[in-house]
Nanobody, 121 residues
Framework: QVQVVESGGGLVQAGGSLRLSCAAS????????MGWYRQAPGKQRELVAV???????NYADPVKGRFTISRDNAKSTVYLQMNSLKPEDTAVYYC???????????????WGQGTQVTVSS
């Protein structure tokens, strides 16, 4: 079993900052990519940022220059530092980890339960 648990969401005023954390635990051989998606009410889930095990990153255009993704491989944890937050960043943020449970087998995406981020104007 693999568990993915997010933390750090909350309510913040526009222009403020929040830091999300996400830790993977359980029967893990290796973790490949880790990342964040978000889903606003009435909208589809969208990619926010992703980071590979080697540290390469990719960001959605709306968050470039404001959000920073990082990870601590020793702790199987990924972070999302969100600065200059805007009301349109309001959403439930979901973390995922692309995990290989057994060496030589296919990896699988495990998802957290989501954490609410609300940005007031």
């Amino acid at each position: 079993q693999v568990q993915v648990v997010e933390s750090g969401g909350g309510l913040v005023q526009a222009g403020g900052s929040l830091r999300l954390s996400c830790a993977a635990s359980g029967s893990i051989f290796s973790i490949n990519a880790m990342g964040w998606y978000r889903q606003a009410p009435g909208k589809q889930r969208e990619l926010v940022a992703v980071i590979t095990s080697g540290g390469s990153t990719n960001y959605a255009d709306p968050v470039k220059g404001r959000f920073t993704i990082s990870r601590d491989n020793a702790k199987s944890t990924v972070y999302l530092q969100m600065n200059s937050l805007k009301p349109e960043d309001t959403a439930v943020y979901y973390c995922y980890a692309d995990v290989t449970v057994v060496a030589g087998t296919l990896s699988y995406d495990y998802w957290g339960q989501g954490t609410q981020v609300t940005v007031s104007s």
